[in-house]
């Protein structure tokens, strides 16, 4: 019988694994938020949103926030074994994203009515890819949470939760960056 | 696990089994590999006899224009061949075929980390590739504004016309999110899962250089999908990220822009490329030296080394793009500087070699063949990477030579050295070793002709795109050159069929090679043809580095496996 070294059920595969496709994404919205700033010295404007886009922008934010506060709840309610309380937060917290989508589709609606369009400035441009590539991710942060929702009942160990959890955070900070990158 | 019964598709088609993976991204490199030479025969013989019917083919591929290769069909071919031999025959084959195939074995693991995912990359690969193949079937043809892409060349507003160059914005997106799967397998696999024993500096030096290579395409391959992405958003719904001047309806957008991005990621592509042939060549210089490879860790750190530093060096393709000449001097320094680890594990390379007893073997050759053509690659870089001489050199013939030296012949020849040396592993069967030297011979001896005379030539100031060499009078006195490059181009072509022939021919004879037939050190040669889903018995211990060759403390043979312990 051959020996598998190491299945990919070990936890510091699946970290690792995790690490480098952070670093990947950060690389990707590295070039945007580059691309943001020269496109903006180039031109030598600034973004000026109307204040209800501020706003809008301000609660997802907000929203997404409460989302990475839940998941720490759940994760909590996990440890201690009650996992009737951690499918609880961990289902708020997959709420918590899809509301941050709707509101980010809300939000670019308003801009649009608002007459700052799709293709109506590069900046504005640069807004509508850097949300939407954040919120594709954010997709498959919700898709992630479901799965762990989806087999909660088998796990016999929290690295799973851990490793959902670290992305998830990490998809909330991104977005916070991004978010102030436009802004300032 | 490997005791159930696997149907033909778990088996061959949707496998697992890094091994399997690595002879599907085998084939796709090698089919890849002969569609884009013969766009490069194709190209050459517009060169050699512009405007002339094609033979043989030209009357059936463009009866429209008399078998000749009209101005827009000749773009395209450029293109295509840039883009097919760079990301769909170079890297399927050095990175999917042989990062697949030998990462774990010669790290003692029993697949990759996570071979789903594994998987999931091959066939991404594949879907890219149709995607690419699919703008043929278009009226208005392939991509066509060069492998670079620069907008507004690329975007409808100011070049291309068609989808042919949107398809080819979407395939390389795919192209890329598949190679970022193979690197987070690549690197996790390295980090975790070498068999105990097996420092990273016991790694065979080929797994340095697929591991650095993942690092290199795990940081950079997003940063050119973010530039893609934006592309493909002049391309398709109207942005205007790379659009200026008179092209740009409202705001200016910056396509230097575009050119930052993409040689952010391009520059270490090169090395994406080319560290897994240093890697591979270094092993086997030792391995048919018969000594251990002259100073493994100066190679190994060198390479490193390398790889940090070209991060900081893709202004060197911008020179004449009116950069501040303080950051184009920056980038002359950093660019400059890469020459002194590249030195040391030159040097290293013929110190292997010194007073060792060498066996002229076809991977041997193959390898000898990278140091040379490598080392005039190496050297013309030194000229590109001068502001000064650049500005005289760029976008012409003589870059084309140069980035085929250190592109196509040092990594064709590397990757042929790594077939014919692992082929035995692979299909449990030599290739013949008269049809490899044959094979090494004619291309040696044509591919040298085609790229040092292409050098020649851009000297003379042949620029490197152009359709119609017999329209400039200054070009005149190159017209016979040039026809002898196209013919040495076609025989260069023909030595590749002869390896096609071996190839197939290996893999269907009967006589099996022995085990371990070159007597090398590493893990992958410790285990049976075929070698079982899990490749190992039982989890390998390592005691030795990689290139135990004969220890003067052994006498009854001239090696010493990685996993074995002296008995005296
Ligand atoms: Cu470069």
């Known amino acids: 019988m051959p020996v598998f070294i190491l299945q990919n059920k070990d936890k510091d595969l699946s970290i690792i694994g995790l690490v480098i496709t952070m670093a990947s994404i950060v690389m990707l919205f590295g070039t945007l938020i580059s691309s943001f700033y020269v496109l903006k010295i180039r031109m030598m404007g600034q973004l000026t949103l109307p204040n209800i886009i501020i706003q809008l922008g301000i609660a997802n934010t907000v929203i997404l926030l409460i989302s990475s506060i839940t998941f720490i709840f759940s994760e909590n309610m996990f440890r201690k074994n009650k996992l009737n309380n951690y499918s609880f937060w961990l289902l708020m917290t997959i709420f918590g994203g899809i509301f941050f989508l709707i509101g980010q589709m809300y939000l670019w609606n308003k801009m649009t009515q608002l007459g700052i369009g799709i293709t109506k400035g590069q900046l504005s441009d640069m807004f509508y890819l850097m949300s939407g590539a954040h919120g594709l991710h954010i997709i498959a942060g919700i898709v992630a949470l479901i799965w762990l929702q989806s087999t909660s009942k088998k796990l016999t160990t929290n690295h799973r939760v851990n490793l959902v959890g670290i992305f998830w955070h990490f998809l909330g900070f991104l977005w916070f960056v991004l978010f102030a990158v436009i802004l300032f | ?568």
């Open chain 2, 1 to 568: 696990m490997s005791g159930h019964q696997k149907s033909f598709w778990t088996k061959y088609i949707f496998s697992t089994d890094h091994k399997m993976i690595a002879k599907q991204f085998l084939w796709l490199g090698m089919f890849f590999l002969f569609f884009g030479g013969a766009l490069a025969m194709l190209i050459r013989w517009q060169l050699g006899y512009p405007e002339q019917p094609v033979p043989l083919i030209g009357n059936w591929m463009w009866p429209g224009d008399g078998g000749i290769i009209n101005p827009d069909i000749y773009n395209q071919m450029f293109t295509m061949h840039g883009t097919i031999m760079i990301f769909w025959a170079i890297t399927p084959l050095l990175i999917g075929a042989f990062g697949n195939f030998i990462i774990p074995l010669q790290i003692g693991a029993g697949d990759m980390a996570f071979p789903k995912l594994n998987l999931f990359s091959f066939w991404t690969m594949f879907l890219a590739s149709l995607i690419l193949l699919s703008s043929y079937l278009l009226p208005t043809g392939t991509a066509a504004g060069g492998w670079t892409s620069y907008p507004p060349l690329s975007s409808p507003a100011g070049g291309i016309p068609g989808l042919g160059q949107t398809i080819w914005t979407v395939a390389l997106i795919f192209m890329g999110v598949s190679s970022m799967m193979g690197a987070i397998n690549y690197i996790t696999t390295v980090v975790r899962m070498r068999a105990p024993g097996m420092d990273y500096f016991k790694m065979p030096l080929s797994v340095w250089g697929l591991f650095l290579t993942s690092i290199l395409n795990a940081v950079f391959v997003p940063v050119i999908a973010a530039g893609l992405v934006m592309l493909l958003l002049d391309q398709t719904i109207g942005t205007e990220f790379f659009l200026a001047g008179r092209l740009a309806s409202g705001d200016p957008g910056d396509p230097l822009l575009f050119q930052h991005v993409f040689w952010i990621f391009g520059h270490p592509e090169v090395y994406i490329l080319i560290l897994p042939v240093w890697g591979i060549i270094s092993d086997l210089l030792s391995v048919f030296s018969r000594k251990p490879a002259f100073g493994y860790r100066v190679t190994a750190i060198a390479m490193c080394t390398v790889t940090a530093l070209s991060t900081l060096v893709w202004g060197h393709h911008m020179y004449t793009t009116g950069m501040s000449p303080l950051l184009g001097k920056s980038f002359m320094f950093l660019t400059l500087l890469i020459s002194i680890p590249s030195a040391m594990f030159f040097l290293n390379w013929l110190g292997t070699m010194w007073k060792g007893s060498i066996h002229f073997t076809s991977p041997m050759l193959f390898s000898i063949g990278v140091i040379w053509v490598f080392g005039l690659g190496g050297l013309t870089g030194l000229y590109n990477a001068t502001i000064t001489a650049d500005i005289y050199l760029h976008d012409t013939m003589f870059v084309v030579g140069h980035f085929h030296y250190t592109l196509a012949a040092s990594v064709m020849f590397g990757s042929f050295a790594a077939i014919y040396f692992w082929f035995p592993r692979m299909f449990g069967r030599k290739l013949d070793s008269r049809l490899g030297k044959i094979h090494f011979w004619g291309t040696f001896i044509s591919i040298n002709f085609v790229f040092f005379n292409m050098m020649v030539l851009g000297y003379a100031g042949h620029h490197r795109r152009i359709y119609n060499p017999s329209e400039y009078s200054f070009l005149e006195p190159l017209t016979g050159l040039n026809e002898w490059i196209s013919i040495f181009s076609f025989l260069l072509g023909v030595f590749q069929v002869v390896f096609l022939i071996n190839m197939v021919w290996s893999m269907f004879k009967k006589e099996r090679s022995p085990q371990n037939p070159w007597k090398a050190t590493t893990l992958e040669w410790t285990m049976d043809y075929p070698i079982p889903h899990g490749n190992f018995e039982e989890t390998p211990l390592v005691h030795n580095g990689p290139h135990e060759y004969s220890r003067p403390d052994i006498k009854d043979r001239d090696w010493l496996g990685q996993n074995e312990r002296i008995t005296v």
